[in-house]
């Protein structure tokens, strides 16, 4: 039995990470072929830093990712907190208000959105622009709507945080003589600390991964690196990609392994 | 304790990005370009019915598939100890780091005529055998997208199914199988419910898939929404009917399965 | 606590740096050039990277380049409102339709001394009879491009595309404009037909041929055709010299039943920022240097008078490029039609690509699923009630 289910499980990791070996592999190809090896070489690593639009997408791509994970941090803690406190019924109308992105297929929420900034810019324009574009769609609309899809997933980590929390706590503080606003900092934060560090990371990985909203609220030229990958999917994939995808996963292999390794300490430490 | 009041800027935030948005499209819907009202575009929709179909079934097979493989897989983590659990819920999460367009571009590697796994094989005089550009290929991609949004919330709600339970259950005379439907199945449905909507809703509305590995002979919902915004066939009034009626689906699904569920859901598992 | 203010204080200035350099550079102007696919020479192996040439020889103008796949994907990104270019480069059909559309800016010629050299047959083109809206930027036919280690004999007639001998082996343009053109021809009609009986027949033969067919394509075919793993399939011409040079073993060859000669067009849509500054940009590109790193990359056909006379013999004999006049009399252009007729066509290719994707099985597949939830449902409802 336990020889079988370990069979089953190196079966189903295989499955996952055939694809990203072939990835890898290919990075190290001296052709443009993604069917053939020809070679070993690390030319494609080197063109990488040269090629300005791989580079400006990933920096666009960073810049809304981190952008959106903190605004959409800050709103959804504080949504969470006023949440919490609420009543069943009025809760229950937030809730549903939460859910609506993360059950909405993306695609939905895409257009919907493109829609909606398409008929913003229309009207600032007409209203403001007397016919000229003042303001048209890009950086801005992505990073709303990055934020918008992103909240919920903060909010829906931080909200089982507080119901762990004990209620006392606050008003302790209070009557120790902290002002509201010091007593928020000093003991929900804390308290609530981890739910808001893994809804920060759920937001940020989301949003660096999504393609779908991106593609269809970035305008004219905003180009970040899921929209880049795509336009180059409908050619031919330059081996650079393959170059910076194993950069990115072997840096996130190692935090991840490093983070892991501290889990584990702290797990042995705490049953000592 | 705090004011709830400070609740309301998120709720107007999500009022204008949320549900405005989908207001818009509900107009657009049922409007001709010209802007009067008609109920053309939904019934229009009826001569694509075959394309509905095709995706609704694609999915629910995708979803079947990621069901039969994660159940096991989660329950064998489950069980395992504590460092095989988190080394294997890394591997499990790392492949989401990387770039899925990337991913899914690779499985085109491996399938093609003359790919990897037909060169493979062409080892042993088999094949060539014919396996991108097939529905079969898109529900490849579907369930190695979507596998881990099934096998999280199954995990995570295993882990918390105490040993004893199964042993119990095995001393009153349960067989395996018995086991698994009377004890294990009912104790993790909740986990089940989140998972198969994870995995439903984005295979039926992908197309991104259906493209890279169904050759463009294989449209689903998400093809046909995505022409008629910024693809080959211009109509957003046609495309946000289409949606619409995906989003009742997706409704309608969810109004099932969390029928079966009765707490109230706080909070998806992953 | 401190600590967090101070990485978010420290992301914060990162972020505001480069706002501040774009306001600092206030002055640079941002010229968008949407273009197709692989429709630029960009500096690979050795060619020259036209782009940057131009950014060098104007330091104030900074392009941002972008790209789409078929006219219709150009037209539907213009017209949503979503997204504004300063320079596009769509085909003659669709700069008709756009003309007509009103979505287009009138030239200014004076800023284009450069179009002197363009050839008199490729000024007052029936997409645009005043010549007031467009630059012709390249042209070139559509053929069949085939592999000879895979394909027994030259394909001859577009009835190639229909053969069953090469099931699976067999590539189709993924856009209805060129798709019911290659139907329309091999049926012996106008590719411009309006006639509804001679659109369902061409549908008809769509969907007779898609059996045979590997996939629906655009520029995926590069990658497709030069690996070897698609053996036949329609595509322009230029594009076949560029997949030939990668992979010596296809051919190309213009179809006995004629074919659709297309123009592409440089165009400046209505409502443009920089109008004065993309007319230096279409001007630039007519620069006899700049065409003939673009034609010698591109491998399309040169609409100017200068590029031609000085390109070899050899590549204006090779009948690809620049095909026979026999062949080129039994060439069409494409012109733009009736709505009325775009949005039948349209209808007819959906119905195409969904044709034989949902059988009386997949049918019967969804209810059966259907009906099992159902009675799950019922059955694990009643039993729960039971237990409570």
Known sequence: ?272 | MLKKSISFPYLLWMIIFVIVPLGIMVYFAFTTSGGSFTFENIEKISQYTPIFIKSINLAIIATIICFFISFPLAYILSRASDNYQRTSMLLLMLPMWMSFLLRTYAWMTLLENEGLINKFLGLFNIGPVQMINTPGAVVLGMVYNYLPFMVLPLYSIMAKIDNSVIEAAQDLGCNIFKVVIKVLLPLSLPGIITGITMVFVPSVSTFIISRMLGGGQNMMIGDLIEQQFIGSTYNPNMGSAMSLILMVIMLVVMGITSSLDDDEREGIVI | MKKIALVLTFLMALFVFPFTENIQAKEKVNLRVYNWGEYVSNGEDGTLDVISEFEKKYPYIDVEYTTYATNEELYAKLKSGAANYDVIVPSDYMVSRMIEEDMLEKINFDNIPNFENVMDNFKNLSYDPTNEYSVPYTWGTVGIIYNKKLVDEKPTSWEALWDEKYTNMILMFNNSKDAFGIALKKLGYSQNSTDKKQLDEAAEELKRQKPVLQAYVMDEIFDKMSTGEAALAPYYAGDALTMISENPDLGFVVPEEGTNRFVDAMVIPKGVRHKEEAEIFINFMLEEEIAKANIEYLGYSTPMQDVYDDLDEEIKNDGISYPDKKILEKCDTFINLPDETNQYVQELWVDILASGQSSVFELIFLIAVILGLGLFMIIYLRRRKKNM
């Open chain 1, 1 to 272: 039995m336990k020889r079988i289910s370990k069979i089953y499980v190196f079966l189903v990791m295989l499955f996952l990470y055939a694809p990203i070996f072939v990835l890898i592999v290919f990075s190290f190809n001296q052709s443009k072929s993604r069917a053939n090896f020809t070679g070993f070489t690390f030319k494609w690593y080197k063109e990488l830093f040269r090629n300005e639009l791989i580079m400006t997408s990933l920096w666009n791509t960073l810049k809304i990712a981190i952008l959106a994970a903190i605004f959409a941090t800050i709103l959804g803690t504080i949504a969470a907190i006023g949440m919490h406190s609420m009543k069943k019924r009025s809760r229950s109308l937030y809730m549903n208000i939460t859910y609506m992105p993360v059950i909405n297929p993306e695609i939905v929420t895409g257009i919907s959105m493109m829609l909606l900034f398409v008929f913003i810019c229309s009207v600032v324009n007409k209203v403001f622009g007397k016919g000229e574009t003042i303001l048209e769609l890009g950086f801005w609309s992505v990073l709303v709507a990055h934020i918008t899809f992103c909240v919920p997933y903060v909010v829906l980590n931080v909200l089982p945080k507080l119901r762990q929390m004990d209620n006392n706590l606050y008003e302790a503080a209070l009557d120790l003589g902290c002002n509201p606003i010091q007593s928020f900092f000093k003991v929900i934060v804390p308290e609530i600390l981890p739910g808001i560090m893994t809804g920060f990371l759920m937001a940020f990985t989301f949003s660096l991964d999504d393609f779908i909203i991106t593609y269809f609220t970035n305008g004219s030229t905003l180009q970040t690196l899921p929209v880049t990958i795509y336009s180059m999917t409908r050619k031919k994939v330059n081996p650079q990609i393959n170059a910076l995808s194993t950069i990115l996963f072997v840096a996130i292999l190692i935090i991840l392994v490093a983070m892991n390794i501290k889990q584990a300490r702290d797990a042995k430490e705490n049953s000592k």
